[in-house]
């Protein structure tokens, strides 16, 4: 960059062909916290967020956010959403592949965990004495039904598991220092 500019930040990604749940692309929210010294857990009530639309009618055209946006939040301004059909859990897949996601969404957070804190955790710090919940986002390959990494929200919205000044606490219990309500799994 020029002096006084500041530098263009990119990001890329590999072309992902998505799994559709009938006919409409979803991403999966999952709920991650992190724990003292990188102890961590996946909440079990994984969400699929689906796009409003057949992802055929825009394929090919990106400006539809009907067909191509799965975010709770901008969805919900799109004209023909309904959360009961577009909010749903993992397991609307079917229960053997919503296991064998799972599964999978363990296996990768947890590797890349294991990875983060090897490599001395440079932009990943959590304190011995300290817990913190992401919302980590998986889109579901085609064919494979591999789980694919997406992002890791630091401040993550959790309007699709309810609202209410207890949802958080109703979520992760009293104190996740002391140990995780039922719902929780090690990764």
């Known amino acids: 960059a020029a002096a006084g500019e500041k530098a263009a930040v990119?990001?890329?990604?590999?072309?992902?062909?998505?799994?559709?749940?009938?006919?409409?692309?979803?991403?999966?929210?999952?709920?991650?916290?992190?724990?003292?010294d990188?102890?961590?857990?996946?909440?079990?009530?994984?969400?699929?967020?689906?796009?409003?639309?057949?992802?055929t009618e825009g394929q090919s055209d990106s400006s539809r956010l009907d067909v191509h946006v799965t975010n709770m939040g901008v969805s919900r301004d799109v004209a023909g959403y309904t959360e009961a059909s577009q909010n749903l859990p993992l397991h609307a897949?079917?229960?053997?592949?919503?296991?064998?996601?799972?599964?999978?969404?363990?296996?990768?957070?947890?590797?890349?965990?294991?990875?983060?804190?090897?490599a001395g955790r440079r932009?990943?710090?959590?304190?011995?004495?300290?817990?913190e919940l992401f919302g980590v986002d998986f889109l579901v390959q085609s064919g494979s039904g591999r789980a694919i990494l997406l992002e890791m929200n630091p401040s993550p919205s959790l309007a699709?598991?309810?609202s209410g000044p207890s949802l958080l606490r109703d979520l992760v219990g009293p104190d996740p220092l002391q140990g995780l309500p039922s719902g929780w799994r090690a990764v």
């Open 160 to 162: 699709m598991y309810g």
């Open 93 to 118: 897949l079917g229960k053997e592949l919503g296991d064998k996601i799972l599964s999978d969404v363990a296996e990768v957070l947890g590797v890349t965990l294991s990875k983060i804190k090897a």
């Open 38 to 55: 990188l102890k961590a857990f996946i909440h079990e009530d994984v969400r699929m967020l689906v796009a409003t639309k057949q992802f």
């Open 123 to 131: 932009h990943f710090f959590t304190l011995p004495n300290c817990w």
């Open 10 to 36: 990119w990001v890329l990604q590999r072309c992902i062909q998505p799994w559709l749940h009938e006919g409409r692309k979803f991403h999966l929210r999952v709920l991650l916290v992190c724990i003292g």
